[in-house]
């Protein structure tokens, strides 16, 4: 049973910063590309960040990067994500999913945890 459970969000100021963590379990988490993704309020699931199995190589969309890093522990089985220098747009519900920016989407819903908030309030 894949299992993927997300957790460290919170309510933080506008600049503030927050690291978000995900274990995964029930595959071989090693062996997958890993992203995160968001909900914003009202919107669809957008592709933030993704990291290559081994994590040499990272990749983010133009409205993170450079601001958010993504990185893996395999031995943890673990996904996290660096968010500095938080802005109120990021406000959103955060998840861990298998894949990359172009396959993310191929996996279904049970990929993706409950997720964790993310509230960036004054």
């Known amino acids: 049973q894949i299992q993927l459970i997300e957790s460290g969000g919170a309510l933080v100021q506008p600049g503030g910063s927050l690291r978000l963590s995900c274990v995964a379990s029930g595959f071989t988490f090693k062996n997958f590309a890993m992203s995160w993704v968001r909900q914003a309020p009202g919107k669809k699931l957008e592709w933030i960040a993704g990291i290559i199995n081994g994590g040499s190589y990272q990749s983010y969309a133009d409205s993170v990067k450079g601001r958010f890093t993504i990185s893996r522990d395999d031995a943890k089985n673990s996904l996290y994500l660096q968010l500095n220098s938080l802005k109120t747009e990021d406000t959103a519900m955060y998840y861990c999913?298998?894949?990359?920016?172009?396959?993310?989407?191929?996996?279904?819903?049970?990929?993706r945890g409950k997720g964790t908030l993310v509230t960036v309030s004054s």
């Open positions: 999913t298998a894949g990359l920016e172009g396959s993310w989407n191929s996996y279904s819903p049970e990929w």
